[in-house]
């Protein structure tokens, strides 16, 4: 008696984080998985940065074909891997892990690829090398978005962090692209900027406003706000009124998740009103 075929393996895969409950990424991977009809399941991994290494070495003996990462553990996770592309490099951070066949971690980020996508997809006419762009924070999306705003040929750029140490030692690391001013003289820089994007948590819901003079803003400027709750922060309900095109943070993050999603399950799925409605919901 022969024995019998072993049966094909259901992909899994899913979110690592501390704390992880409040993800929507769960949400946004089950409509895809559902939509397309494809086998498989998208989990929140509540992972301790004590046990980072272990998860990591033991998720694929599990049957996980990858993971987000998302806070605290973002450097660490590319500290750990293997293989390294050369955004993550760039970046100096991972958001999304591939567990390969032969037991190696690669380590990606796509966090500049869904910001972008996000601003062409919602204001296809944004041209990129048209003038600066004045960018707020410099934490870890910070270093993404400045990442993908070279590369896709903003001509300067001005950036200004509440703690001025944190933005000269990113203007440092990317070069002369980047002006660093103090964030008091940030709404200065507002009326020449041709796009402008709030990275910091100010504004979203339980965190402090945004404190910042917005009356240089004008037709003509693009807006964006990385923050998705509220979908409509003050920055952008002021950039609208002010007669400025916006673009809300939601679709960042549906666009930075295409990749692993196509890697992982093997359809590169569309962010579509019906993704934005499943993970609203």
Sequence with gaps: MTDPAPLPRVPLAGVIGHPVAHSKSPALFRHWLDTYQLPGHYVPLHVRPDDLETALATLPKLGFVGANVTI?????????????????ALIGAA???IFRQDGAVHADNTDGYGFVENLRRNAPDWDPEVGPALVLGAGGAARAILASLIDAGVPRIVLSNRTRSRADGLAEEFGRHIDVVEWVQAAGEIGDAALIVNTTSLGMTGKEPLRMKLDALHPGQLVTDIVYAPL????????AAAGCRTVDGLGMLLYQAVPGFERWFGVKPEVTDATRAAVLA
């Design 72 to 88: 605290p553990h973002k450097q660490r996770a590319l500290e750990l891997a293997n293989v390294v592309s050369d955004r993550a």
């Design 95 to 97: 958001n999304t892990l």
């Design 232 to 239: 409509r922060t003050r920055l952008l309900e002021e950039a």
